[in-house]
């Protein structure tokens, strides 16, 4: 008897994503970041802003929520999976495997990266690929660890990571996995911007992926001091928007 052990989670209803500036970030604050933004004092050094490539601490706990949205949340108070740029899921039982989850997420198509476009499914598709998938031409940039989900062994379950359309994703696993979802509402899943990644390529610069961030959240990017100060502004107006 042959057993289908693949489990299937197809995200749809993609929110909008935030392109890139053209422009490199500010490197100085402006006198009144207080009215617009916040400054965080930073106490060593920090190697990234992308919570992905961190075990813990300021970037994961206090910056990532800023910066960044998932896919998924937790509802604080009913502790159960919420949306945040997923609109919606749904499960599908694969094969002859009792509750093997294959769920599937419709997504919402109004969240914003910038004001000049939304996220899509190549964004998606790109942040979990990344991470899965040691392939990937973006896996070994600034370092093949992701901690978080290097200490799971996430990427074993992973079968595969693909667009079905625009707002449509899919995520293949080997086998079922209950916690899967869970791991997606975490800060460590994070979702990066797919436009952001190809500049930079052309550039040259794909070290600035981590370190200079373009995300979703309610705040964006400015500018660090190493060892010192992280800058943020607040996003003109589209984080409101996009909440």
Known sequence: MRLVLSSLIVI???LSSQATAATAPEQTASADIRDSGFV??????VNTFNPQKASSGLIVDTL???LYDRLLDVDPYTYRLVPELAESWKCW???NVPFSPAPRRFLSKNRLFTP?????ADDVVFTFQ???????????INGSSFPYFDSLQFADNVKSVRKLDNNTVEFRLTQPDASFLWHLATHYASVMSAEYAA??????RQEL???QPVGTGLSSFRSTVPGSLFVSSATMGFGAANR
């Not at 965080?40 to 050094?45: E, L």
């Not at 500049?199 to 040259?204: E, I, N, V």
Request: hydrophobic content about 30%; proline content about 2%.
């Open 199 to 204: 500049q930079l390529s052309r550039k040259d």
């Open 40 to 45: 965080y004092c930073v106490s060593g050094q």
């Open 93 to 95: 039982i694969t094969g």
């Open 116 to 120: 000049t476009r939304k996220l899509n």
């Open 64 to 66: 990532a929520a800023q």
């Open 209 to 211: 992926l981590d370190r």
């Open 130 to 140: 990344r991470i899965f998938d040691r392939r990937h031409p973006w896996h070994n």
């Open 12 to 14: 749809a209803g993609l």
